[in-house]
């Protein structure tokens, strides 16, 4: 689950700048899955800027939302939203979020839809792959639209990348992003966060009246550690134009969710 995957195709590809975009109508259903393919809406900062520092962390507040699934297919099929810190070249990342994924059946009585809404974070040292995943153990249900503070930050004490949701770590890196044995490469390295659905027909979560919205953004400085607001160097990416919405207010402020024109 990279968005940073797709940033070296992005330096090609017509983007746009951190601006809003006219609201849709309500949403309509996800349809059958077709093929599989990672699709993004939402921001991430310009690798191609000129950096005042070079980034080695993500932060953003976070209203959970929720969002349809496709039909026809179980693995690799979910919708999701995250914070990231990913390098440039090599595909490796941090991320940590909220995720609703159909490898993840209901249990304790909960409705069967949403399917599995859990946190989650993901590590990789090596280009994408070597991953680590951590899933909450239990469906977070209760947390469909309540703010919560989602970050991923280098952490000198353990020399590792720490997911934290509000103040409790979830999980962290079994790799030092700096040390040579990873393939995270020279920075900058570059705040990302987004939606993302395994599969195109999947709902990005959020809909017109329950936007999934992030708020202080947030990225993490080399220099000294420290989490700065993240600056107006921030590109737009959204795979699905016809039918995801992506809305920017501020440099540090802006909501996704699925609508139709």
Known sequence: MRFER??????LAAVATLAAITSGTAAQAAGTCGAFGNRFAGYYHNPDSVPTYTFEGASSYLVPQVGNLCSGKTAGNFTNAW???????????AQVGYIISADHTASGGQPATPVGLRWFAQFSSQGGNNLRTWYSANAQYDQVGVRHAFRVLYTPACACLRATIDTTNVAQSNFNPFSSSSLWGIGPWIPQFAGEVGYLNSDITGSNAKRTRFTSLGAQRVADDVLQPMTCTMLRKNDNTARWKVEASSCDDFDIWTGVL
């Open 6 to 11: 797709a940033v070296v195709a992005l330096a």
């Open 83 to 93: 914070v990231m810190i990913g390098s440039r070249v090599s595909g490796s990342y």
